[in-house]
């Protein structure tokens, strides 16, 4: 049984730091491409990072050179740390996982549809 359990969310001030974590159980994730995505209220959910099985990352440009993600394959954990928060960044964020990519991200790495696995969410908020 898969599951995807993300944590770390809150509220912060703007410029204020967040680390999220995904924790991962039920298969080994390192060869999946893995990302995060968020939702904020009235907006459709966007991708904001992922990382695929080399981890090579790719980000939205509106959080370049304020978040990173990053794994950690012994613990089976995403981590996206989060630096110069925005109130523009509120919103509640999601772990998901694509097991059908052979470990590859590319381009299309924000497309929705291709996550099978989700988790709950974890809220930020930044004011």
């Known amino acids: 049984h898969v599951q995807l359990v993300e944590s770390g969310g809150g509220s912060v001030q703007a410029g204020g730091s967040l680390r999220l974590s995904c924790a991962i159980s039920?298969?080994?994730?390192?060869?999946?491409?893995m990302g995060w995505f968020r939702q904020a209220p009235g907006k459709e959910r966007e991708g904001v990072a992922a990382i695929d099985s080399e981890g090579s990352t790719s980000y939205t440009d509106s959080v370049k050179g304020r978040f990173t993600l990053s794994k950690d394959n012994a613990a089976n954990t995403l981590y996206l740390q989060m630096n110069s928060l925005k109130p523009e960044d509120t919103a509640m964020y999601y772990c998901a996982a694509d097991p059908f990519s052979a470990g590859r991200c590319g381009d299309g790495w924000s497309l929705i549809s291709r996550y099978v696995y989700w988790g709950q969410g974890t809220q930020v908020t930044v004011s």
């Open positions: 039920g298969y080994t994730y390192s060869s999946y491409c």
